[in-house]
């Protein structure tokens, strides 16, 4: 799972939380789970709120 984003995130630049969901078919929780785990261990950073968040890379 967290090859799978870190190569999106290189290919574009950014993940959303709803692009994360497709490319691991997890639920909505569990990928917001996966992504924030990845900020808290400044893997990546957090830019926006809301429908709009995107993560990109540290």
């Known amino acids: 799972m967290l090859m799978t984003n870190n190569y999106y995130i290189k290919v574009h630049g950014e993940i959303t939380r709803k692009n994360a969901e497709q490319l691991i078919g997890r639920e909505k929780?569990?990928?917001a789970g996966i992504?924030?785990?990845?900020?808290?261990?400044?893997?990546?950073?957090?830019?926006g709120n809301g429908p709009s968040t995107k993560y990109i890379v540290q």
Not at 35 to 47: D, H, Q, S, W
């Open 29 to 31: 929780t569990t990928t």
């Open 35 to 47: 992504l924030n785990g990845m900020v808290a261990r400044n893997i990546l950073v957090k830019v």
